[in-house]
């Protein structure tokens, strides 16, 4: 806690002092005190996919904060402008090694956002570029998180453009004839704009990198998302995505249509795929084709929104081969569903932070309905049938063969309360009636062709922004 108050009374001693060329100086907060009130499977809940389901209950509860900072200092014009954050992640009471234990003092601040950015002169007023660690926001179902790079944004009419370079990795280069290369990705983006009737977008995303000539480490169906392996194999992927929202007059109501679409190419080479629950190693140099859809159209009544959404993950059929289908995301957070993905308000702790279950791909489907009967309470439900767009296929705890692909139905709801006009109150649950697809995750002594074990998690909220 100590380094916080040392940030903090720098951004106090900044704001009462004026910096030289700041007219502005603002400093925003977003304070979540968050609760597990209550699951039947915490060995579920753990990241990257690496949950398992016991046989029985394996119940918890905790408390948590997660608290982020960030100062932003501009000057009058708006033409340049820095960006700090702070944040406190996930710490939970208790918790001595990160200060949530007697005492209260522990390493857990980490730096969140640090970038410059500033208006270009001589291009047009609206072109700017952004230097550092800062969002990227490239699409929400391939690659929306923090990351370290240079983004240059413009627009002209009702157009708006952007233009990136992130690094992923660095890799130092200390021999002379060393072909070890960093892992960089290149974005490139357009959106149209149509007024109040919505906009659609394309964009590219070229994603490169060689850190090693020799075969990588072993690369597990659970670990397939680009950020846990791209230090460790050859890639040279393409994306190619078209966005979209259309919006429809209906008197005094409106019928929606969101949608995504992505297509994915290229290679992973030098690589090497271990199923260990097939018994299947697959080493050597792979081709990349895999597709990505969704669409949510809903409607809007005012104080009631019912929407439908659906989204195709392709997945990969056959282990064996050298042709990869199954999409493959970079770095993502999802909350789609409370059971799966990170819709819990404790979502540090989850099943997994992609739209699809190891290289299988997904197939949703959710209908939502939302009512706001006041203007600071919001009642909603959602529920959920789920798939795998191709079968997960494993030897089960007897020596059976086994292939499945249904997840199950999945059942949520939440109650939201401001009791101020910045703090929130709010708690929701979700119940999954797992299906056979599941049994994969089961352990051993369970791991029998079908499923045995439902998922119940109960979270809850108080959070302060400003």
Do not use: C
Request: proline residues 2%.
């Amino acid at each position: 806690m100590r380094r916080l108050g040392v940030t903090m009374a720098f951004f106090f001693t900044l704001a009462a002092a004026g910096w030289v060329q700041a007219a502005t100086i603002e400093f925003h907060g977003d304070m979540n005190n968050r609760f597990l009130i209550y699951t039947n499977h915490f060995d579920w809940l753990n990241a990257e996919q690496d949950g398992v389901l016991n046989d029985g209950t394996v119940d918890d509860n905790f408390a948590e904060i997660k608290y982020r900072f960030w100062t932003e200092a501009a000057t009058d014009d708006g033409d340049l402008k820095g960006v700090f954050a702070v944040e406190i992640g996930g710490i939970r009471f208790g918790e001595s090694d990160r200060g949530g234990s007697f005492s209260g003092d522990g390493v857990n601040i980490e730096t969140r956002w640090a970038y410059t950015d500033f208006q270009i002169p001589g291009v047009d007023e609206k072109a700017r570029l952004k230097i550092g660690l800062q969002p990227w926001a490239t699409n929400p179902w391939l690659w929306n998180e923090t990351a370290m790079g240079i983004m240059f944004e413009g627009a002209g009419g009702p157009m708006e453009y952007r233009l990136g370079w992130a690094r992923g990795w660095e890799f130092e280069n200390s021999e002379e004839e060393d072909d070890t290369k960093d892992v960089d990705n290149f974005l490139a983006a357009v959106d149209f704009k149509a007024g109040d009737l919505g906009e659609i977008g394309v964009f590219g995303l070229y994603q490169t990198g060689d850190p090693d000539e020799e075969v990588s480490d072993p690369i597990f169906p659970e670990k397939y998302l680009l950020k846990l392996f791209a230090d460790q194999a050859e890639v040279d992927i393409y994306n190619l995505g078209l966005t979209g929202s259309l919006v429809f007059p209906m008197g005094d109501s409106k019928m929606f249509l969101n949608w995504d679409a992505i297509y994915q190419g290229g290679e992973i080479n030098s690589a090497t795929f271990v199923y260990d629950k097939l018994g299947v190693t697959n080493s050597g140099d792979f081709d990349l084709s895999a597709f990505f859809g969704h669409a949510n159209l809903g409607v809007d009544f005012g104080r009631v929104i019912l929407s439908y959404t659906f989204w195709y993950t392709s997945g990969d059929e056959d282990p064996e081969d050298d042709d990869l289908d199954g999409f493959l995301a970079t770095d993502l957070d999802i909350a789609e569903g409370i059971a799966l993905f990170e819709y819990a308000y404790g979502d540090d702790d989850y099943f997994t932070e992609r739209h699809y279950l190891l290289d299988k791909g997904f197939i949703m489907n959710k209908l939502a309905l939302e009512f706001k009967p006041t203007r600071k309470l919001s009642l909603g439900a959602a529920a959920l049938y789920m798939m795998t767009a191709e079968d997960i296929e494993y030897i089960d705890g007897n020596g059976n063969f086994q292939s499945n692909d249904t997840i199950g139905f999945e059942v949520d709801g939440f109650v939201s309360y401001l009791l101020f006009e910045n703090l929130e109150i709010a708690t929701n649950a979700g119940y999954l009636f797992a299906d056979d697809a599941l049994d994969y995750f089961e352990v051993e002594e369970i791991r029998d062709g079908e499923s045995d074990e439902d998922i119940f998690v109960w979270s809850a909220r108080v959070r302060y922004r400003f």
